[in-house]
């Protein structure tokens, strides 16, 4: 079965792409076939890293309406549903990222009125909303709305959650722990959950400078001159142990199955 992460367009500057990063090039580690959309009209951030890299298909996305679509967005479930149906490559080595921009814009909104969970289960995708929150109460409270907005739907087995906790601005999430945890992970029990290090901003502010992905580095995809042994020591290091915390979901991805909270156990 094919799986789809729709990364929440919630508060910016809390790693989105970076987390999005992450998925697309452990998948490649687990045999899956990664298909990526950048939603960041701005930026192209994903598109950037991705763009000629084989074996990955990205394209970028205008989230808001233009001139001959009312929603740019339904180029995204218009692409899944082409490739679902084509028997060119079998489903379950694919794995849909849609990396959505930071906000949520009354375009979008109203195309994730129309959403088809449903249909999209029917064709054998399992999709999977991704919220990224970091120690700023700010990162819980722009999340929390898409949580009260979507918990049904997970409690109908329409999509499950992911939590990945950044730890760039910190190691205590005192507001999500005490407001939210037990919703999101006792009460939908289903819930992932992903504690993601923080990482050394020279490191990833060179790569970011030389359009690589942190996976693309530590893989000796790319190679940056300006890293000595240590440097790629160190990066080698905290990828494989952040590819051990998403190994979980991955794992499972492969083979086609997700156990409960697939990422960690939760308290």
Known sequence: MSKLLIVAGTKG??????????FA???GDYGLHPVLFDCD????????????????EVSSVTPDSIQNMDYP???????????????SQDANERLYILDMKAG?????????????????????????????????????????????????AALAGE??????????????FDFYDDKMKQVQEEYLSSTIVIDFPEISSRHLRRIRENGASYGQVAKSLVQIKSF???????????????????GGFFRNAASG???????KQSD
């Open 257 to 263: 199955k997700v156990v409960e909270n697939g990422g």
């Open 25 to 27: 090039d452990i998948a």
């Open 104 to 152: 949520t814009s009354v375009s979008t909104l109203e195309w994730l009125e129309a959403f088809p969970f449903a249909h999209l289960s029917e064709v054998g995708v399992e999709i999977f909303l991704v919220g990224c929150l970091t120690a700023e109460v700010d990162s819980s409270l722009t999340w929390g709305r898409w949580l009260l907005k979507y918990r049904e």
């Open 41 to 56: 009209d701005e930026n192209q951030s994903l598109s950037n890293v991705y763009k000629n890299v084989p074996g990955i």
């Open 73 to 87: 967005l339904d180029a995204v479930i218009n692409r899944i549903e082409q490739l679902e149906s084509s028997s």
């Open 159 to 172: 999509l499950r959650f992911i939590i990945v906790k950044n730890k760039i601005a910190g190691e205590s």
């Open 228 to 246: 000595g042994f240590m440097d790629m020591h160190r990066i080698r290091l905290m990828y494989a142990k952040i590819k051990d915390e998403f």
């Open 13 to 22: 500057g809390i790693g989105k792409t970076l987390i999005s990063t992450f």
